[in-house]
């Protein structure tokens, strides 16, 4: 019932979105000028989307989830990406997770020097200096966070944005080799994971 929620409210949001930046330079003068101009509103925009299970875990970082994980835990999430603006726009919703849920989340390359963070979503590392996008001054960890503090419980949902993105980010996503990591304390090196693929494969 909790993941149904969740999911609904996610996929609401989402649809919500979608309306608007698609709908976005569309007036009424513009609507005379057929369908072209749509067209080529959306095409300012490509959606993406990551399927969150425990099964990337192991090959990610060589170290499969605990056996205590919960066979349940799961998520789903949309990226969209502003082209003009350099902007990732993200939707997370998940469920089932260990112990006290979500402690921290990221955004990850995958290349030949393993799995690094680009980017924190949520969460605050106990150690700020070992996480390569923090500074190692604890006083500034949180303006890192895109999202904040991560949601409390083992289901939730959160959003937020990227601005800016660093063009070679943009290029990871765009030849998918950008992945997504939810992290618990059962399993700090990440619980569920998925590659960030276009919504159509």
């Known amino acids: 019932m909790i993941r149904k929620k969740y999911l609904s409210i996610m996929l609401t949001s989402i649809?919500?979105?979608?309306?608007?930046?698609?709908?976005?330079?569309?007036?009424?003068?513009?609507?005379?000028?057929?369908?072209?101009?749509?067209?080529?509103?959306?095409?300012?925009?490509?959606?993406?989307?990551?399927?969150?299970?425990?099964?990337?875990?192991?090959?990610?970082s060589n170290k499969p989830v605990s056996a205590e994980t919960p066979k349940d835990a799961s998520g789903f999430a949309v990226v969209t990406h502003d082209i003009k603006q350099a902007t990732l726009a993200f939707y997370i919703g998940y469920s089932g997770l260990s112990g006290d849920g979500l402690i921290m989340a990221h955004f990850h390359s995958v290349d030949t020097n393993g799995n690094p963070i680009i980017q924190t979503i949520c969460g605050k590392p106990i150690k700020p200096g070992l996480i390569p996008d923090w500074p190692k001054n604890p006083v500034d960890k949180n303006q890192r966070a895109l999202s904040g503090d991560c949601p409390v419980g083992n289901s939730g949902y959160l959003e937020g944005r990227w601005e800016n993105v660093d063009s070679s980010y943009l290029e990871m996503l765009t030849s998918g080799k950008m992945n997504m990591n939810l992290h618990t304390q059962l399993n700090p090196k990440g619980e569920v994971d998925g590659y960030v693929l276009p919504l159509s494969q």
């Not at 080529?40 to 090959?59: E, I, M, P, R």
């Open 15 to 60: 649809l919500a979105f979608l309306t608007c930046i698609w709908g976005t330079g569309l007036n009424a003068e513009e609507h005379k000028r057929g369908e072209a101009d749509g067209k080529a509103g959306q095409d300012n925009f490509k959606v993406y989307k990551v399927d969150l299970s425990t099964q990337l875990q192991g090959k990610l």
